[in-house]
């Protein structure tokens, strides 16, 4: 299966070292390759540069937002909020045509400083902006609602915990479910809230995930609905 990614940031990095110690074909996408490999400096996580990053993860592809949307066959959207759907529009309609778009990402506005406020919500959503831009994609909403080492192995947070998926097509629902399923993921613990306009409650969650981190001091949890019915799959 090769996956493209479009996102250079942390949660781009750990989807791509992950799916690569899977045995997966990954490419990385962003807006312009000479210039992201010349990041050396650490990010505001004290991580090393992506430079550095990629020196040590070079089976990683890079390309083109346009070269990763050719190249994979499952996307997945780890850009900075406000920065998805002009990558995407730099990707291009044609070559994301009919493709499953697992969008992680989240409408956080950090201009007035931190806590973020959502540069969308209540009646509308970043994921359902993505939709209604890119008609002919197949949006799934998922893993947004956790850490990004949480996202890629659920193991990493002891016990039964919550993965959320929506998007107005079944079949994309299912090959984001396999895609899952690929990192760990049980049946029991994805729950399906519905079509895309589900991405409203999976983005607004995001204000008191940022609470609970500030409170718990670490990223490493995750939301679990306890006494969740079994969804016929
Ligand atoms: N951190 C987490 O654990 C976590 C968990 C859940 C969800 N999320 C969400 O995941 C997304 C990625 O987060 P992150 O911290 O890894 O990275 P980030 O710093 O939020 O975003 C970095 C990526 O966004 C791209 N980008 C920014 N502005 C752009 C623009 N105007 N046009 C095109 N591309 C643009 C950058 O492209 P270039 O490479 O070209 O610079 C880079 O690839 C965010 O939406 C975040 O809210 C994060």
Same mark, same amino acid.
């Given at each position: 299966m090769?996956?493209?990614?479009?996102?250079?940031?942390? @949660?781009?990095?750990t989807h791509a070292e992950r799916l690569t110690e899977l045995g997966?074909?990954?490419?990385?996408?962003t807006?312009?390759?000479?210039?992201s490999l010349t990041r050396h400096q650490p990010d505001n996580f004290k991580r090393p540069g992506f430079g550095e990053w990629h020196k040590k993860n070079n089976k990683v592809r890079l390309g083109t937002y346009f070269e990763t949307a050719a190249f994979g066959e499952?996307?997945?959207?780890?850009?900075?909020?406000?920065?998805?759907i002009p990558a995407?529009?730099?990707?291009?309609?044609?070559?994301?045509?009919?493709?499953v778009i697992i969008d992680i990402s989240n409408p956080l506005d950090f201009s007035k400083g931190f806590p973020p406020s959502?540069? @969308?919500?209540?009646?509308?959503?970043?994921g359902e902006q993505i939709q209604r831009e890119f008609p002919e994609t197949l949006v799934v909403k998922c893993l947004n609602t956790m850490n990004a080492f949480v996202q890629v192995n659920?193991? @990493?947070v002891p016990g039964d915990h919550s993965v959320f998926l929506g998007g107005n097509d079944a079949g994309a629902k299912l090959k984001t479910r396999a895609f899952l399923h690929v990192y760990g993921w049980n049946d029991k613990n994805i729950i399906d809230v519905g079509d895309i306009t589900a991405s409203r409650g999976l983005e607004q969650i995001l204000p008191l995930w940022v609470r609970l981190m500030s409170v718990f001091k670490t990223p490493m949890f995750n939301f679990h609905v306890a006494g969740a019915p079994t969804q016929t799959i």
């Open positions: 090769k996956i493209g990614i479009f996102g250079t940031g942390v @949660v781009g990095q997966k074909e990954v490419m990385i996408g807006r312009n390759v000479q210039e499952i996307i997945i959207l780890a850009t900075n909020g406000s920065g998805t995407l529009q730099l990707a291009g309609k044609e070559g994301l045509s009919g493709k959502l540069f @969308v919500c209540n009646t509308d959503s970043l659920p193991a @990493v």
